[in-house]
């Protein structure tokens, strides 16, 4: 079958559009994925959202001056419609010789355009490089088990079999690797990650967890869906009182993409990690 984002810029060549171009946005659809995982949109079982972090940004101003500025986009987990990196690269560029009044004038154009896209309303910050400079960078909450002994022999398809638990131990905890990879399903790019399992439920054995993440190493699928499993994939072994899952992506052609997914309504940290 055909990947939606086949018909996307992905992978393809473009010409790169400086003037303001809103028709360069690509939305794809969720349902499909959320089908292959047995989901609706009606029976999501997280919260979540999508966040985009911008730092090739820039425009205009009335005199010709230009602005560079970084944006934080924030995709609701639940919109119809993920939009595709590369139509966002291109979008973004597309604002390079585009004039604006103001932060606030730009703001609302690039509100108005991805909330479009995504079929949702999203939110969107833009900040100063002062701004983010001053926040530095932060780590991860939780225990790294990257440290762990652990012999590691799939790569090629998520093995939700390599979890295990002990469902006799109740046990509240936070869990993170930064070992998790993919690959973009379109162009077989390699997609770097670290990711946080934060819950509380029956105790999981963190080294088939770490196990289970390299099983990722090869997978071709969108940072979001590879979330998604991950976070169904603990929810059907650990059964949970409560359960998040945190990914946090490098950076490529200027973006990363963190997507989270709980059980429970949380405020999104998006502190920037060392390899971000």
Known sequence: MQHPAELSPLGKSSAYI????PEQLFPIPRAPKWAELGLTAETLPYQGVDIWNCYELSWLLPSGKPVVAIGEFRIPADSPNIIESKSFK????????????????????????????????????????????????????????DGLDVIIEHYDLPQAELLRCDASRQVEECLHSHLLRSNCPVTGQPDWGSVVVDYRGAALDPTSLLAYLVSFRQHADFHEQCVERIFLDLQRLLKPERLSVYARYLRRGGLDINPYRSTEAVVVDNGRLVRQ
């Open 18 to 21: 400086a003037t303001y171009s």
């Open 90 to 145: 291109l979008y973004l560029n597309s604002l390079n010789q585009s004039v604006f009044d103001s932060y606030e004038a730009l703001l609302g154009v690039m509100t108005k355009d991805l909330s479009a896209a995504a079929g949702k309303p999203i939110e969107v910050r833009l900040r100063t490089l002062d701004d983010v400079a001053a926040e530095g960078v932060t780590s991860l909450q939780g225990r790294c088990i």
